[in-house]
């Protein structure tokens, strides 16, 4: 029997995987930030609730609804609203405030929806609800467990299998590597845009659906998670739908098992490991060369020696290590999205081409050397 | 002693109108420093709820723990859970204390200053190396975090000392043209400030790193110092507007603190107005601030056309603003007034040497007074012309 942490750490991070995936893949086509991409996730969250409450049926199906809902949306927002402003010769900028402001608008939309679910159906928990039902179970573990990770695959399975195999998927990649020259080869770059933007809006929702199953959800969902999907999607690179599949399953998989980590402790061994990785860290950075970097580097080996130095001595002198040992208390919760955070703003400053950009060999000599 | 009432179709104006007052310096001071960053320098700048939020919990609540320090009212116990019960003993005792009033409101601004320009500092670091898009999605993320924390770590509202207390003792409605006054003053101050630095060399010089990194490098300026300058001054303007709030509402609550109501109405503001342009953003601050209060005035009435959906004008404003905001930047992307170039002297004196220069000197024409008298005839002629069209939309490379 698999502990629980580890199941729900693997279905949140294959729930990002699924979302930072789609916002990739609106970067790769449009090359703007979508803001209003959380707001895909809540229109995912709310088809299951309706489907789960109003017509009680399961989640399931209204996860597929959801995938057409938001396909639609998403279409609706390039058509409407980005494509024309592009044409209109808008800058990044404005095309940005122009997703901010589709975001207001989603979130309006939302929101008279709820009011209707809470004062006309009845429901009194629409604005905020617990996982939704039922769900089934299979092996000792409820569906969404084995729903997740299929549908991952799956996704990753049928990008790659369109880009390299089908003609359309070439010409996709063709629209998005140089748009020009593929209008040039006759080939329809607006309708690639709009069928990377539906792809991208349904996996949205389709992830927000499945998240029903497994978490407490509600209107707020949606933009709390755009931590976490910006940082998948920056730490694959923005520009890899792939780079962002892992970037999604480290995210989630590190968030959640750090989080519960830090609050219970990571035990002698797990605290060992992290002096060490720190000290490795300090080294690496060390090595860069860079007056800054250095100091860094220094005061990251610092910290991690002084760890160990700590726990050599007998443990509970120094707050920190102990606390590393037997964990921070459940009042680490609320911070948990600085992990996402830093993981984020660390890809950006030292890869910001992304995980698939490292050169993992170069990597090892430089460090071995 | 009160305020006399104006009635005009069933609504009390005088109330109104000091409420309204209220709400335009509020966000016009905000939208200013945030067109000091976007529209001047070209930073967008996702994350302003952070700097507005931090610098009104840090400002407000570090003024009360001051006064609870002062006047010895709650000292030892826990203010953070009490703060209500102590916050209304401590306000009875600023009456008959001015001048720590006055002090607590020095205080909470100093703080508010300091705090919003660390955290401008702390942001610059990437805001200085990274692509706008980057930036954006890194300042958006920074900004949700904040929120989602302090929504977890405590959903209660903190109680904060109010300095104006006094007046409200003399009537109802006094203390209202106090709070005027206070952020009145505050917004002519930040108004004055920021037309003073974009006026001066430096506004010319925030307006080259904006549209050409490249050029402005090559003459010698450090564009990453002054994007960082730039964000520490914006951000310690944005927290005194925070803190001066906080004070105002005498809590701080953490629903407050959404980035729509922070970061999307000042931008919504700066875009109508144009970007680059105070006059503009005075101009959109009044726009936005009159549907803003004028809905909230009529909520009540409109409401009741609406059974199903108790929050229905809300959410029906959130459309507006995102179709106006749709509109204008599909429309109008420049906003209601376009951005001026801005002269290195008073127009005045430049038409006068152009005139004598480049009429009266043919007979030794030097090159460079030619060349002057050309540049002013198509300054003057050109509405529109080359130079406009480049200036017009920030953020455009």
């Given amino acids: 029997m698999v502990p629980q942490y580890l199941i729900s750490a693997l279905v949140y991070a294959c729930l990002f995987a699924l979302m930072g995936m789609g ?51 998403s279409a609706i927002m390039y058509l409407g609203v980005l494509r024309p402003l592009a044409k209109r010769g808008s800058s990044m900028v404005s095309l940005m405030i122009a997703t901010f402001g589709v975001d207001i608008g989603f979130v309006g939309l939302i929101g008279i929806y709820t009011d209707y679910l809470q004062y006309v159906q009845r429901l009194i928990d629409a604005a905020q609800f617990y996982q939704l039902g039922p769900d089934f179970s299979f092996g000792g573990y409820a569906g969404v467990v084995y729903a997740a990770p299929i549908s991952v695959i799956a996704t990753v399975a049928a990008i790659y299998l369109l880009f390299t195999r089908t003609k359309f998927g070439v010409a996709m990649r063709a629209a998005v590597e140089n748009p020009p020259l593929a209008r040039v080869l006759g080939i329809n770059v607006d309708l690639v845009n709009t069928i990377s933007w539906m792809l991208a809006g349904g996996l949205a929702a389709y992830a927000g659906a499945l998240l029903t199953l497994q978490l407490p959800a509600g209107t707020a969902t949606g933009s709390n998670l755009i931590v976490e999907i910006f940082s998948a999607s920056v730490l694959g690179g923005l520009n890899s739908i792939f780079g962002a599949a892992v970037g999604g399953l480290l995210i989630g998989g590190s968030e959640i098992l750090l989080t519960l980590d830090l609050g219970l402790g990571f035990g002698y061994a797990g605290a060992v490991v992290i002096s060490v990785l720190l000290i490795l860290a300090g080294v690496f950075v060390f090595k860069m060369k860079k007056v800054q970097a250095r100091i860094a580097g220094a005061v990251l080996a610092a910290f991690g020696a002084w760890i160990l130095i700590d726990m050599a001595a007998g443990f509970p002198v120094d707050f920190l290590s102990g606390e590393l040992v037997f964990g921070f208390g459940p009042n680490v919760t609320p911070y948990q999205q600085a992990i996402p955070l830093l993981i984020m703003a660390f890809s950006l400053m030292i890869i910001p081409e992304g995980i698939f950009s490292i050169d993992f060999r170069r990597l090892l000599k430089r460090v071995k050397s | 002693m009160g305020l006399p009432s104006v009635i005009l179709f069933g609504v009390n104006l005088v109330p109104f109108t000091i409420d309204f007052i209220e709400f335009y310096a509020l966000y016009l001071a905000i939208s200013l420093s945030l067109n000091l960053e976007f529209g001047y320098t070209g930073v967008p700048n996702f994350g302003k709820v952070l700097f507005i939020a931090g610098g009104a919990a840090f400002g407000g609540i570090l003024s009360g723990f001051l006064a609870v320090q002062i006047t010895g009212i709650g000292k030892g116990q826990d203010y953070l859970a009490l703060s209500g019960r102590i916050v209304n003993q401590i306000d009875l005792n600023l009456v008959h204390n001015p001048i720590l009033a006055i002090e607590l409101m020095g205080f909470a601004l100093l703080i508010a200053a300091l705090i919003g320009a660390l955290l401008g500092f702390l942001a610059s670091y990437p805001a200085i190396r990274l692509r706008e898009d980057y930036l954006g999605m890194l300042l958006l993320a920074m900004a949700q975090f904040f929120d989602v924390a302090v929504r977890t770590y405590s959903s209660s509202p903190i109680a904060i000392p109010d300095p104006a207390y006094y007046f409200s003792t003399l009537g109802p409605g006094v203390e209202g043209l106090v709070d005027d006054a206070i952020m009145v003053g505050f917004l002519i101050a930040v108004y004055v400030f920021i037309e003073k630095v974009v006026r001066s060399p430096m506004g010319r010089t925030l307006r080259a790193v904006r549209d050409n990194e490249d050029a402005s490098a090559a003459l010698g300026k450090d564009n990453t110092k002054i994007r960082r300058n730039v964000l520490i001054v914006a951000s310690a303007m944005a927290a005194m507007a925070g803190a001066l709030y906080s004070l105002y509402i005498g809590s701080f609550e953490y629903d407050t603190w959404t980035r729509f109501a922070w970061t999307f109405w000042p931008f919504l503001i700066v875009i109508i107005g144009g970007a680059g342009n105070n006059t503009g953003a005075a101009l959109g601050a009044f726009f936005f601030s009159a549907i803003f209060k004028g809905l909230q005035q009529e909520q009540q009435a409109l409401q009741k056309y609406v059974s199903f959906s108790p929050g229905f004008v809300n959410w029906v404003q959130d459309l507006l603003f995102a179709g106006m905001l749709l509109a204008i930047l599909y429309l109008r992307p420049e906003g209601i007034i376009r951005e001026k170039s801005s002269f290195t002297l008073p127009k005045k004196v430049l038409n006068a040497i152009a005139k004598s220069k480049g009429s009266g000197g043919a007979s030794r024409t030097s090159g460079k007074d030619g060349l002057l008298a050309r540049v002013m005839g198509r300054l003057r002629r050109g509405r529109g012309g080359r130079g406009e069209s480049a200036d017009a939309s920030p953020g455009q490379h």
């Fill in chain 1, 23 to 73: 916002l990739t893949l609106t970067y790769m086509t449009t090359k703007v930030p979508n803001f209003a991409y959380g707001d895909f996730v809540a229109l995912g969250v709310y088809s299951a609730y309706t489907a789960s409450k109003v017509f009680h049926s399961n989640p399931y199906v209204g996860s597929v609804f959801g995938f057409a809902i938001g396909a639609v949306a």
